[in-house]
Nanobody, 110 residues
């Protein structure tokens, strides 16, 4: 059975940083990713990474967010820098487009 467990969300001031983690169990997936959903908006892709380390980012986070993974620990990370209020959302870990974590709230506010 596949489980994805996120951690690392919270409240941060604009310009601050947060690091999200997602521990994956039950299988090994080539593509792991992070999505987010803000109130009243659809869920959107933030970043993806393959086991080989190839990455893909939404234009809105390029240069500010970095996705990485530890294949040995089956864990994916999202380092978020220069956070903006518009980054406020529930962030979800995703595996292979099919499995989801429970989500972690990120709030950027002064």
């Amino acid at each position: 059975q596949v489980h994805l467990v996120e951690s690392g969300g919270g409240l941060v001031q604009p310009g601050g940083s947060l690091r999200l983690s997602c521990a994956v169990s039950g299988n090994i997936f080539n593509i792991l990713g992070w999505y987010r959903q803000a109130p009243g908006k659809e869920r959107e892709l933030v970043a993806q990474i393959t086991t080989a380390g190839s990455t893909n980012y939404a234009d809105s986070v390029k240069g500010r967010f970095t996705i990485s993974r530890n294949n040995g620990r089956n864990t994916v990370y999202l380092q978020m820098n220069s956070l903006k209020p518009e980054d406020t959302a529930v962030y979800y870990c995703n595996a292979a487009g099919a499995y989801w974590g429970q989500g972690t709230q990120v709030t950027v506010s002064s």
